[in-house]
């Protein structure tokens, strides 16, 4: 692949990205430099109080309903700030799922899947991924009420925890202190970000990696799906709006409702081989470094592969 057709393929989303994590890194400083997170916060106490997090948790768990980016740029900052330990924002992380979700029914699910799919199954298929997505941030409440502890979290009030706004700065002294902060972090993370995106891109033209779809079949016969769902699981794997395309038509007929729902979500597993690859390692790895980006990248996985398979049961069961 040539040096210029991958820039103009990397460049563009490198952009996109840092502008969201930009975004989420100066709401953050500045709910901090204006005491915003007092207020907004206490919108999420039911679920940051029950977890053993802070109350500022809450600005990151419900800027995830606007923007997926711009929440996880939030808890990096508490992350780096020392308001949360690496437990303590997996947790957070993971409590974030919903709320991630939720963003993606009114930009994708909504005007796109849903008028494909029919009102049935695209209601059906929404409100599976919506149920995964909430037990999902249920779990991490759960977890968080069971594994985390004042050793876990600081209050960004704790003296010993260097955030902007303890010295109730005037407006602009607060914004310019936000801003110069996004600056630093940004420096860091979107060079970073830059090289593993162009390093995905290159391989991912340089092999076929929808090779490993393949591993569709003995998953779509363990669970009971027709000969059938193997294309639509490929096809639904690569990309969700084709695979929705490919399987609308054969709804009734070659699926009932409840089989192709389960093929869908069966699609969405296998494809965490290809989008973990081509999206998670990029991002996660851009924002927190191999280490605990990993780490990430491991728990969003799990999670998401154990609640898909038991509501994939549930549907055929």
């Known amino acids: 692949m ?16 840092a502008v969201a994590i930009a975004v989420g890194l100066t709401l953050a400083n500045l709910a ?8 907004v916060a206490g919108l999420a106490r039911p679920l940051t109080g029950p977890a ?17 980016t711009a929440g996880y740029g939030m808890l990096k900052e508490y992350r780096d700030a020392g308001v949360l330990d690496d437990r303590a924002t997996l947790v957070a992380v993971t409590i974030n799922t919903f709320f991630g979700f939720v963003q993606h029914i009114f930009t994708f699910y909504a005007p796109v899947l849903i008028p494909i799919l029919g009102l049935r199954v695209g209601l059906m298929y929404v409100g599976a991924r919506a149920g995964i997505s909430l037990a999902i941030t249920v779990a991490g409440v759960l977890a968080g009420a069971l594994l985390l502890s004042e050793r876990n979290v600081a209050p960004a009030t704790d003296s010993d925890v260097d955030l902007p706004g303890g010295d109730d700065p005037d407006r602009w002294t607060a914004v310019r202190d936000a801003l110069a902060e996004t600056k630093t972090k940004l420096v860091r993370i979107v060079p970073r970000l830059a090289i593993v995106y162009t390093v995905v891109v290159y391989l991912t033209t340089a092999a076929d990696v929808t090779e490993y779809t393949a591993a569709a079949e003995p998953l779509t016969r363990a669970v009971g799906l027709p000969s059938a769902s193997v294309p639509a699981v490929a096809t639904f794997a690569v990309d969700t709006t084709t695979g929705a395309i490919f399987i609308a038509p054969q709804v009734p007929g070659t699926f009932t409702a409840r089989q192709a729902v389960a093929t869908m979500l069966v699609g969405g597993i296998v494809s965490f081989a290809v989008s973990t690859f081509k999206r998670s390692i990029p991002f996660q790895y851009g924002i927190w470094g191999a280490r605990f980006g990993s780490k990430v990248i491991a728990v969003n996985v799990a999670a998401k592969v154990l609640f898909i398979g038991v509501t994939v049961v549930a549907l055929l069961g």
């Open 2 to 17: 040539q040096l210029a057709a991958l820039l103009v393929d990397v460049l563009p989303r490198v952009a996109v990205v």
């Open 32 to 39: 901090v430099a204006f005491g915003a997170v007092r207020y």
């Open 52 to 68: 053993n997090l802070p109350d500022e948790v809450g600005t990151a768990i419900l800027a995830t309903t606007a923007s997926p």
